[in-house]
């Protein structure tokens, strides 16, 4: 099994290697052939150890000793368990797709090769973050991750930069600047945890911590707990920390797909699930997540309702189904979290895909009021969006239905009918936005064609590639009891009280209901056609969530703005004259203690020689001083 | 009557001497002179330790010094010609390209 | 008349020998086959050089631990067996830079390839005796070849090289041998173990410890001087700047873990006595040596010379872990060495790959950081894999000299000597700087001239040269633990 | 009188060691440095190290000195040398400084108890004879390494004062290089 292991693990980075040795050379389709194969292979292996995981057990490596120096000791090693081989078979298997995706949709870019040294890359990181047994490997990976998510938002780096009026992300580097800065901020709060950690158990195995976890001090479990939970806020774009997310569809759409939808972001609900006997020690901390993912369901949502950037919607309904992994966690429905993680991540990538293929179709316009009835164009596109968007919004029988439900039933068990509610509001919301783009991108009247576009569907193989996705999109939620059974060897069971399965047909129906009332509200509204309402779109409530609330503006006057004047000041004042200075002293002292020892080297070997001599005699000399002392 | 230190106080001396000249001498030929000197300061300090202890490592320590000295001269009268056939010069004041 | 001696072959211990007689043979060899048949192509001797490297190194595998021949002159303990390895795989990434495709005047000489060989005849005898005769006797021969081998490259700077290094070469000869003078009239005894005995009983005799100490500091010229230590190490910049680049490299890793041996050797058997002088002494000298290497380097414009002082860096770095005498101080040495030898190696065989005949960007140099500017977008590959190696020098995770740093510093820690891997930690950050100018110059600064700085020096053997650095530096991660397993074993065998 | 002799002998190569360090006279400073070495196989004699002795003479005296003077002819060095001194004080603080340790060091009671010859001389041997008994067998070893080193220096010496020195295919463009056979 242990072969599998590093099949799985070390396929992607061998994938990311092989394109990076052509980075430099024009676009070459056997980097992307390649690196897909090395991808569907690591996708194989991981199927063939969740198999093994599932019959057997967890399967633990051990690479080997990776840090021993003095008394500390990290073995370097990684551990197979329910929860890991699920996330590795996601994660591979949507990459697969993305991967396969990609070689029709970077057809045309230059960059192809570095496109698939950086996604590998990226699969690489993420594989070595659910993989690892230990917190710091965990840590490597999380930041590879990072890295990967920045060279791939940025990939774009050469557009210029604009104004937020015309864009709101600006342009792909400063979004990919804004989402590195914000993981960082995050992750700096994640390595204190790990320190912490590190500081009160002198281990950081995931065996030995959460073994530790009941022998300890619940005030520290709690500070562990809340830095621990910053790093997770910054990777799967929690408010405050949000803004990114949405920013970060600047990149190329398959990294949207992959990164920002599926695996990069889902980082933080898994590393909740992992460290779950932490959070089940330390509840306060757990319902503050529960009501924060709550918050974030239903505030990005709201933004969703009104936006017409085709990317940005599906971001911020990433956002919003982030928020409801988050409130099953917290509410310590661990494995109904990860149920949601994975039954998301398909019907996620796929919308993403799909809304891909309309960007290729429409020459990257993205704004949705610009298109209409595309479905005569592109049946199949519209076709899986369809099957997405009713995923998303949790129509039965699909696979949305039975994780989102089941949060629900949790909330519902769990007597938060606040939370509850809220969840249940943003159902609704959810349907109504996602069809809402939905019809006005495919259903309705042709409104590009006075603006010149000619849509054509992709080609067939990425269609093909696409259909797992949408396959899984439909059947996932079939699976919910094996699901349960397999993950919950691992994970603590979460029975429904007597309570709540008594009303659980009720709560469906009322579930159900609000879905189907958002789809029928937006049906009623766009299906036949986009008609624009002068008095709503200018009223405040519209234009505040158009707005995003006004937060990027808002970290803008708040932090960017001053803090750019405090710099200035900073700088003019305090840096040039007194920061400044101590560099530049201490830089110019090492350089003028390298010129002045320069002087040492005359070139004249007779200088050498004397100094040689005389290093001699002092060292000679001291003899008889250090022979006095003794 | 003379001591072993005596003689070891001679070797110093010498070696001293020896010193001078290698820090002295700017003509390379006239510093492997000195060299020398050190050379001959350590062999006359090896055979009155072996002397004086009745012990013969000494001298076979100054029979391999003296071998080794002679390879030397070989190898840097190879090097001093070279030089001179290149450069018309000997004196290490004119090799001082490398520096700094 | 005196009564015959009879020596019984087997005492001998020939065995113990084989390596060197084996290196001597393959030099005695090459020098046959030139007599007999003239301008033959130096691929052949290149060839035959590695495969005289190999059996040497088959023999030396083959080398039972802790054994003593030759009338116990010849010593086989694990410093000895990884002394000996890493001699022979630092040689045999070496002789293969013989075959660029430009040509320089060293490989015209068959004698080159022999003179190379008795070069690591004598390194090998010197690592293998704790005798101080013959570790002179090897040293000389090592080093009287090295001299030749450099001025062979036959350029301005070589002669200079080849001038500096022997005449202060010499001197340090003068200092070795006065400093055994002085040992050898108080203890009566040329070999270290015996030494050790009568020093041990001798140390309290009054007024004793200024001969003793005296003895070992005059040996501490000598091998500060061949291991580039401060203030003895004035040499190192102007002869690799002088010397060809292979050789270069193979003078930053060779001659110094040879040297390095012995300091084992000496060094260790006085600290083991309990004379604080010596390691205080040698402490403060790879102090000084770390950080003013570091400051000169920061200066330079030449990545030849960079080089030079950062490998007079890394030197003093792993001398304050000799002075720390423990096992794992002296394990981790070995370790490092043996990280140190692919990467820079592996970054002297790119320098050399790069070389020109004249010198195209600089009135001096023949490396200097203009001519890597925008090697990125010329050499692609090429500037990665220096980026590599430099970021591998740096101590960047998770390339090889990292482990290397982290264990000497912990072998450090581990000494109690704190304050001491605080100064090597704040000089490995002194030596980012100079290391990324390169990177910086490699990566951000627009190509200078694009028709100059082809490459053109490079050659499939070059290439594999450089195929195995990269790959030892890259896969470090995975070796190391073994590695330093093996190490400590062979170590701890033999009681360093 | 081997205290006579030796005060001697020490006086005067110490002053012709000094001739040969300070005359600028190349000439002047060999034939000291000879005289110098001949006078130091005397000590040798007094010592009793016979065979080292006769050694010195035969390889320093004759031979190295031999070299010296080849060399001296091919340098054209009859005239003075001319050398710049910057700093002379340095070089006497150096040498006075080292003598003065050297000194101190060696005024050490030495000589001691716990010190045992490992390789005394046999009975009845003569010097030369019992030299060859341990160089023949103790140092048998460095004794062959010597011999390797001594080929090295040859090889060396031939190849460095060589006529194919006298073109550099190192710092020549390749296409106006000589066509020669090994180097292709």
């Known amino acids: 099994m242990e072969n599998y292991v590093y099949i799985a693990l070390f396929a992607p980075l061998a994938g990311s290697l092989f394109a990076a040795l052509f980075s430099q050379r024009p676009k070459a389709l056997v980097t992307g052939v390649v690196t897909s194969t090395l991808l569907f292979i690591s996708f194989v292996a991981s199927v063939i150890l969740l198999n093994h995981v599932h019959h057997e057990g967890a399967v633990h490596v051990t690479l080997m000793d990776w840090i021993s120096a003095g008394d500390m000791s990290i073995p370097f090693g990684f551990n197979i368990d329910q929860v890991t081989a699920v996330m590795m078979t996601v994660v591979t298997l949507v990459s697969t797709v993305v991967h396969v995706y990609s070689n029709g949709y970077m057809d045309h870019d230059k960059s192809f090769n570095r496109f698939f040294s950086y996604l590998s890359a990226f699969v690489f990181s993420m594989m070595v973050l659910v993989m690892s047994d230990n917190f710091l490997g965990l840590f490597i990976g999380w930041e590879g991750v990072g890295v990967c998510s920045w060279l791939l938002i940025g990939f774009w780096y050469h557009k210029a930069d604009v104004t937020r009026d015309v864009n709101p992300s600006i342009s792909p580097s400063w979004a990919a600047n804004e989402a590195f800065i914000m993981n960082r901020i995050a992750d700096l709060g994640m390595l204190v945890g790990i320190f912490l950690i590190y500081w009160n158990i002198g281990s950081l195995q995931y065996a030995d911590v959460f073994a530790a976890v009941p022998s300890m001090n619940h005030g520290m479990l709690v500070t562990i707990g809340i830095f621990l939970f910053i790093g997770a806020m910054g990777k799967s774009a929690q408010f405050p920390l949000h803004t990114w997310l949405a920013d970060a569809m600047e990149g190329p759409t398959p990294v949207s797909a992959l990164i920002h939808a599926a695996t990069m972001v889902t980082a933080g609900v898994y590393l909740v699930i992992r460290a779950n006997p932490l959070y089940s020690a330390i509840p306060e901390v757990s319902y503050f997540i529960a009501v924060l993912g709550t918050f974030v369901a239903i505030f990005a949502a709201s933004m969703a309702l009104v936006n017409r950037d085709l990317k940005r919607i599906i971001a911020y309904s990433t956002l919003s189904q982030l928020g409801y992994m988050f409130a099953a966690a917290g509410l310590g429905a661990y494995w109904v979290a990860l149920f949601h993680l994975a039954a998301h991540a398909f019907f996620k990538a796929l919308l993403f895909l799909g809304a891909g293929n309309v960007m290729h179709a429409m020459d ?186 006004y937060i990027p503006i808002l970290y803008e006057r708040v932090f960017s703005k001053p803090y750019a004047a405090l710099s200035k000041v900073f700088w003019e004042d305090v840096d040039q004259q007194v920061v400044d200075a101590t560099v530049d002293g201490i830089a110019s002292v090492i350089q003028e203690s390298g010129d002045s020892s320069r002087k040492i080297q005359t070139g004249n070997l007779s200088d050498y020689l004397k100094l040689m001599s005389g290093g001699a005699l002092v060292l000679v000399a001291l003899v008889l001083f250090a022979a006095m002392q003794n | 009557m003379i001591t072993l230190n005596h003689y070891l106080i001679l070797s110093g001396l010498l070696f001293a001497i020896g010193l001078v000249g290698v820090v002295r001498r700017k003509n390379l030929l006239m510093l492997f002179f000195a060299t020398e000197i050190m050379l001959n300061a350590a062999n006359l300090a090896f055979a009155a330790t072996s002397s004086y202890y009745h012990d013969l490592t000494g001298q076979m320590f100054a029979f391999f010094i003296i071998a080794v000295a002679a390879s030397e001269v070989a190898v840097g009268l190879g090097l001093l010609i070279l030089l001179y056939k290149k450069y018309g010069s000997i004196n290490l004041d004119d090799f001082t390209i490398m520096k700094g | 008349m005196l009564a015959p001696i009879s020596v019984n072959l087997a005492s001998l211990n020939f065995i113990t020998l084989s390596p060197m007689l084996i290196a001597i043979a393959g030099a005695l060899g090459i020098l046959i086959i030139d007599l007999v048949k003239k301008d033959l192509d130096k691929t052949l001797y290149v060839i035959l050089t590695i495969l005289v490297l190999f059996v040497d190194m088959g023999a030396t595998l083959g080398l039972t631990l802790n054994e003593r021949g030759f009338f116990n002159v010849v010593m086989i303990d694990g410093v000895t067996i990884l002394g000996e390895l890493l001699i022979l795989i630092a040689s045999m990434l070496f002789i293969p830079l013989a075959l660029t495709s430009k040509r320089f005047h060293e490989y015209s000489y068959p004698e080159y390839f022999a003179l190379f060989l008795f070069m690591i005849a004598g390194f090998q005898f010197m690592v293998a005796s704790d005798n101080l005769i013959m570790i002179f006797v090897g040293l000389e021969t090592a080093s009287l070849a090295l001299y030749t081998m450099i001025a062979l490259h036959n350029t301005v700077g070589s002669h200079e090289a080849a001038i500096k290094y022997f005449t202060m070469g010499a001197l340090a000869a003068g200092f070795f041998v006065m400093g055994s003078a002085v040992i050898y009239a108080v203890t009566g005894s040329v070999e270290l173990y015996d030494i050790a005995k009568v020093l041990q009983e ?157 010198k195209t960007h600089h009135a001096r140099y023949h490396h200097p950081y203009v001519k890597f500017a925008g090697m990125i977008h010329i050499e692609p590959v090429a500037a990665v894999i220096m980026a590599i190696f430099m970021l591998s020098l740096t101590g960047v995770p998770p390339f090889s000299l990292f482990w290397g740093k982290m264990y000497v510093i912990s072998a450090t820690v581990d000494a109690g000597y704190i304050w001491l891997a605080i100064i090597m930690g704040l000089n490995s950050a002194i030596a980012a700087y100079y290391y990324l100018k390169l990177i910086v110059y490699m990566f951000l600064m627009p190509a200078a001239s694009k028709a100059r700085t082809v490459y053109n020096n490079r050659s499939l053997a070059l290439e594999i040269v450089i195929g195995i650095a990269v790959f030892a530096t890259v896969a470090s991660i995975f070796y190391v633990q073994p590695l330093m397993h093996y190490i400590t074993y062979l170590i701890g065998a033999s009681g360093y | 009188m081997i205290t006579f002799a030796f005060y001697l002998f020490a006086v005067l190569i110490t002053g012709l060691f000094l001739v040969t360090v300070m005359s600028k006279n190349v000439l002047y400073a060999m034939t000291s440095l000879a005289a110098g070495m001949v006078l130091i196989s005397g000590l040798f004699f007094i010592l009793g190290a016979d065979f080292l002795g006769v050694v010195q003479l035969i390889v320093y005296v004759g031979a190295v000195m031999a070299v010296y003077a080849f060399a001296m002819m091919f340098f054209d060095l009859s005239r003075d040398v001319e050398e710049r001194h910057d700093k002379p004080w340095l070089i006497f603080l150096l040498g006075g400084g080292i003598a003065l340790t050297l000194v101190v060091m060696f005024a050490a009671p030495i000589m001691g108890e716990a010190v045992h010859a490992l390789y005394p001389p046999v009975a009845g041997a003569t010097n030369p004879q019992a030299v060859g008994l341990v160089l023949f067998t103790k140092y048998l070893l460095p004794f062959e390494v010597a011999s390797v080193m001594l080929l090295v220096a040859m090889i060396a010496g031939i190849i460095l004062a060589g006529k194919k020195m006298e073109i550099s295919l190192s710092a020549m463009d390749e296409d106006i290089l000589p066509d020669t056979k090994e180097n292709a």
């Not at chain 3, 304050?320 to 990467?343: G, P, V």
């Open chain 3, 202 to 358: 001798r140390m309290g005799e009054p007024g004793m410890m200024v001969p003793i100490i005296g003895g070992a500091m005059m040996l501490i010229v000598a091998i500060g001087f061949k291991v580039s230590l401060f203030p003895f190490h004035t040499w190192t910049p102007d002869v690799y700047e002088g010397a060809a680049a292979p050789m270069a490299g193979y003078m930053s890793i060779v001659p110094k873990i040879a040297m390095m041996i012995v300091a084992i050797r000496v060094l260790g058997m006085y600290i083991d006595l309990g004379v604080e002088t010596v390691r205080n002494v040698v402490i403060a000298m790879a102090v000084i040596t770390m950080t003013l290497s570091n400051m000169m380097a920061l200066v330079q414009d030449d990545v030849k010379r960079m080089l030079a002082y950062s490998s007079i860096s890394h030197a003093g770095f792993v001398m304050a872990a000799i002075a720390l005498d423990t096992t794992k101080a002296n394990s981790s040495i070995f370790l490092y060495y043996t990280l140190f030898l692919f990467t820079n190696l592996g970054a002297f065989t790119l320098l050399w790959i790069s070389r020109h005949k004249d």
């Open chain 1, 364 to 549: 990257d316009e993205l704004d949705i009021f610009k298109m209409g009835g595309l479905k005569k164009a592109m049946r199949w596109t519209y076709l899986y969006m369809g099957l997405a968007s009713l995923a998303l919004a949790g129509i039965w029988p699909l696979a949305g239905f039975f994780s989102k439900d089941t949060i629900l039933e949790a909330a519902f068990n769990e007597h938060t009918y606040g939370i509850w509610l809220v969840l249940w509001f943003t159902a609704g919301l959810t349907a109504f936005y996602s069809f809402r783009q939905v019809f006005l991108t495919f259903a309705g009247d042709e409104r590009y064609k006075p603006l010149g576009f000619h849509p054509h569907e992709v080609q067939k193989y990425v269609l093909w590639a696409l259909s797992p996705l949408a396959i899984l999109a439909v059947i996932f939620g079939w699976f919910k009891e094996p699901f349960m059974e397999f993950v919950t060897q691992f994970l603590p069971a979460y029975e429904m009280s007597e309570h709540t399965e008594h009303n659980v047909v009720i709560l469906t129906v009322v579930t159900t209901a609000i879905a189907l009332g958002g789809i029928i509200f937006a049906w009623m509204r766009y299906y036949k056609g986009l008609k624009r309402d002068e008095k709503v779109e200018q009223s405040l409530p519209y234009r505040i969530l158009l707005n995003q609330y």
